[in-house]
């Protein structure tokens, strides 16, 4: 089954050319981590995926049906910064999902409704190791238990594709560790379709299930918008589960110390 | 020696320096006035501080001789009731009107300039027409007020709407809110604080034109009384006068940034 299939896909604003003819097909369960320069549409092409925008060329399919243009519950996201509700606790930022579920006018729920949806978003902050913060404002907590908070917040929806838009990009490198393994599990377990856009080409390179990399092949000094981006490296990462990753990275690990051992005889 | 800009006073030193400015100003009115009283004892002008207490006294504790009331008291309760309901009316307005055109495009496109144009429109310079239309009533002072007011709330909570971070917005669609729900859950909330903080900035000119209305038509209130004794020169009356119209504008502010500290406890953390 297709999660993501572009075809012929364009993206232009007036003259200036963003992604050119872009053909991509992604199954559903792949990780595909996005790298490219600064400009090269990786963004954009998140935000297209995300419904901000809308292609002017070509055709941009969700599973089987043209991409909405506008985003929804279908489609999880979590930015760098600003994806968590300032004004709600941790516990409340995840009910508020359940909350407008089921009251359209109020979007508050009470008494047993709002007990059950309390007990799910408790799951869920455990599931991301946050339920010791639960009653803490977002600007209580740091910069990685923040990021935590909004991914469990994206996955209260259970969306079929989570997008993440440089989500680890702000935090220092051995929370982004801890990040890495807390994504992969989540990936793991619900069978996620996640597309990842991210600076960080050591991450792109092994985080994810696809690589990626959005580049403009033609320059044009005399009219640099003339040409758009287009995908010049996609590279299947061959890791088919976090065990496996596992395993061959304590294999290799293995190796390693052997190979010192003996070069310290 | 550290630059000056380095230097901080501490705790004592910062206090005894915000009294002093008060302390200079009261002990220049009192050796004038002294000196003005020394030549000529029934001198209206530069009251003494005992004589002004007095006279503050009588108008707050002996009913007046011609309508039987506490003046002081009956002053109050008008202009707190005119300053009352037209800031609050202003307050809801400005919720409405700028959350609808701070979120909605459709919205903003068709007010968002008549607001802007409303708000450039001189308040005291219509007030002729709001005697005209709406008589020398309570009515016109609180639409005065209103007037002057609201359309800076509109504008102000207009901004701060436009000002949330679209990735907010994004993530509440993602979250399957509608546009109604976005506003309740997302927007109203976020922008209730900050409302007040733009009631605050706006309260000193909701007192200016509660004061302008009361001197021209009114039978009581503040500004009234004020303008009432003028014409005999009762500066013993009107200082005192002024000093309560400052502490009761300063409880006000207060008050409402009391009500945003207790509140809305995320809004203070996030700005420091």
């Known amino acids: 089954m297709s999660a993501v299939t572009a075809k012929n896909l364009w993206k232009e604003y007036g003259d200036d050319v963003v992604l050119e003819n872009i053909n991509l097909h992604v199954p559903a369960g792949e990780f595909v981590t996005i790298v490219g320069a600064s400009g090269c549409g990786k963004s954009t092409f998140l935000r297209m995926l995300l419904g901000e925008e809308t292609q002017t060329r070509g055709q941009l399919l969700l599973g089987d049906a043209p991409m909405p243009s506008e985003p929804g519950p279908d489609r999880g996201v979590v930015f760098q910064k600003y994806s968590v509700f300032p004004h709600l606790t941790a516990l409340k930022n995840v009910m508020v999902a359940d909350e407008l579920a089921s009251a359209r006018l109020t979007g508050r729920l009470f008494g047993g409704a709002r007990r059950r949806a309390r007990e799910r978003a408790m799951e869920m902050l455990q599931a991301v190791g946050l339920d010791h913060a639960a009653d803490k404002y977002p600007s209580e907590l740091s910069g990685g238990m923040q990021q935590r908070l909004a991914i469990a917040q994206a996955l209260m929806k259970d969306p079929k594709v989570l997008l993440l838009d440089e989500p680890f990009g702000a935090l220092d490198p051995g929370i982004r560790k801890d990040m890495h393994a807390l994504i992969l599990d989540l990936w793991q377990r619900r069978g996620l379709t996640v597309f990842m856009v991210t600076h960080d080409l050591q991450e792109g390179f092994t985080l994810g299930s696809r690589l990626l990399v959005f580049d403009k092949v033609r320059h044009d000094p005399q009219a640099p918008g003339a040409y758009g981006a287009n995908i010049t490296y996609d590279i299947p990462l061959q890791r088919q589960s976090a065990e496996l990753y596992d395993e061959v990275r304590e294999r290799v690990g293995a190796a390693e110390q052997e190979l010192l051992k003996e070069n310290a005889r | ?272």
Do not use: H
């Open chain 2, 1 to 272: 020696m550290k630059r000056i800009i380095n230097q901080t006073p501490n705790r004592p030193t910062g206090l005894a320096l915000g009294l002093l400015p008060f302390v200079l100003v009261l002990l220049v009115y009192m050796v004038a006035s002294a000196a003005r009283l020394a030549e000529n004892p029934n001198d209206p002008l530069l009251p003494s501080l005992s004589a002004m207490a007095e006279a503050f006294q009588r108008l707050a504790t002996e009913p007046s001789r011609r309508t039987g009331e506490l003046v002081l008291w009956v002053d109050t309760a008008a202009s707190l009731t005119r300053l009352g309901l037209g800031v609050l009316i202003s307050m809801g307005m400005g919720l409405v009107v700028g959350i609808f055109t701070g979120l909605i495009p459709y919205v903003r496109r068709a007010f968002s300039p008549f607001v802007t144009v409303l708000s450039m429109i001189p308040p005291l310079a219509v007030l002729p027409i709001l005697f005209i239309a709406f008589g020398v009533g309570e009515l016109a002072k609180v639409v005065l007020i209103i007037f002057g007011i609201a359309p800076f709330i509109m504008r102000d909570v207009q901004q701060r709407v436009e000002e949330l971070p679209t990735e907010q917005l994004v993530k509440a669609q993602t979250l399957g809110a509608s546009t109604w729900q976005i506003m309740l859950r997302v927007v109203l909330p976020q922008v209730f604080p900050r409302l007040l903080d733009a009631t605050r900035l706006a309260l000193g000119s909701a007192w200016l034109f509660l004061i302008a209305s009361e001197a021209i038509a009114a039978t009581e209130g503040l500004g009234y009384r004020i303008f009432l004794v003028r014409r005999y020169l009762d500066m013993e009356t009107i200082l005192p006068y002024v000093a309560w119209i400052t502490l009761l504008a300063f409880l006000v502010d207060i008050l409402l940034r009391l009500i945003n500290r207790y509140c809305f406890p995320w809004y203070g953390g996030r700005r420091s």
